[in-house]
């Protein structure tokens, strides 16, 4: 499967024509958050992304909130708001969390994450957070990691094939691994990532 996953684009028309662009070659796409600058333009980037045709699970960022993605995905055909949901496609699990960024620990992800771990633990699951996890190549600024521990911990125990976040646009672009879970923040320019 592949998939171009994409973060923190903030309404900016030049890298949804390249998110456009790059859909092609992708099966399905992951928007993991701030798709939107504080909810401008979020109407105009869901429209586009909706006309690729394909497949686009969405989480809210820290620019949007939960109801502003719930009922724009609820107006196109093509736009699946997963936070704190389950999306299969085939073999593959997507488990959606939005929001946050700005903390070591996230209870409510918590909470949600430990029903997960049992019961898609083995499968073939892939984990879209808004903000990344802690103590990775891309949870750091400034020399120091700020990535949310939570979502590590889940990582380390549920064992997913890919973690895709965003948040921290000083890290747009990287990626490293917690165990054999590859983690990514795709940064606006997408990056198709096959599973």
Same mark, same amino acid.
């Given at each position: 499967?592949?998939?171009?996953?994409?973060?923190? +684009?903030?309404? !900016?028309?030049?890298?949804?024509?390249?998110?456009?662009?790059?859909?092609?070659?992708?099966?399905?796409?992951? !928007?993991?958050?701030?798709? @939107? %600058?504080?909810?401008?333009?979020?109407?105009?980037?869901?429209?586009? %992304?909706?006309?690729?045709?394909?497949?686009? %699970?969405?989480?809210?960022? !820290?620019?949007? +909130?939960?109801?502003?993605?719930?009922?724009?995905?609820?107006?196109?055909? #093509?736009?699946?708001?997963?936070?704190?949901?389950?999306?299969?496609?085939?073999? =593959?699990?997507?488990?959606?969390?939005?929001?946050?960024?700005? @903390?070591?620990?996230?209870?409510?992800?918590?909470?949600? @994450? @430990?029903?997960?771990?049992?019961? =898609?633990?083995?499968?073939?699951?892939?984990?879209?957070?808004?903000?990344?996890? =802690?103590?990775?190549?891309? &949870?750091?600024?400034?020399?120091?990691?700020?990535? #949310?521990?939570?979502? +590590?911990?889940?990582?380390?125990?549920?064992?997913?094939?890919?973690?895709?976040?965003?948040?921290?646009?000083? #890290?747009?672009?990287?990626?490293?691994?917690?165990? &054999?879970?590859?983690?990514? !923040?795709?940064?606006?320019?997408?990056?198709?990532?096959?599973?």
């Amino acid at each position: 499967m592949k998939i171009l996953a994409f973060a923190d +684009t903030h309404a !900016n028309k030049a890298a949804i024509k390249r998110i456009v662009k790059k859909a092609k070659k992708a099966d399905i796409l992951i !928007n993991a958050g701030d798709i @939107s %600058l504080f909810g401008d333009g979020l109407e105009r980037m869901m429209v586009e %992304l909706d006309k690729i045709g394909k497949k686009v %699970l969405m989480i809210h960022g !820290n620019h949007e +909130t939960v109801s502003e993605i719930k009922e724009g995905c609820r107006m196109f055909k #093509n736009l699946k708001d997963i936070h704190r949901k389950v999306f299969k496609m085939g073999d =593959y699990v997507f488990l959606g969390f939005g929001g946050g960024g700005f @903390s070591l620990r996230d209870k409510r992800f918590e909470r949600i @994450s @430990s029903k997960w771990a049992d019961k =898609y633990k083995g499968r073939k699951v892939v984990l879209v957070t808004h903000a990344p996890p =802690y103590c990775t190549k891309i &949870d750091v600024v400034l020399d120091e990691h700020v990535g #949310n521990k939570s979502i +590590t911990k889940f990582i380390k125990k549920a064992k997913p094939l890919l973690a895709i976040s965003g948040h921290l646009h000083e #890290n747009s672009g990287k990626k490293d691994k917690i165990k &054999d879970c590859v983690v990514v !923040n795709p940064g606006p320019d997408g990056k198709i990532i096959e599973i």
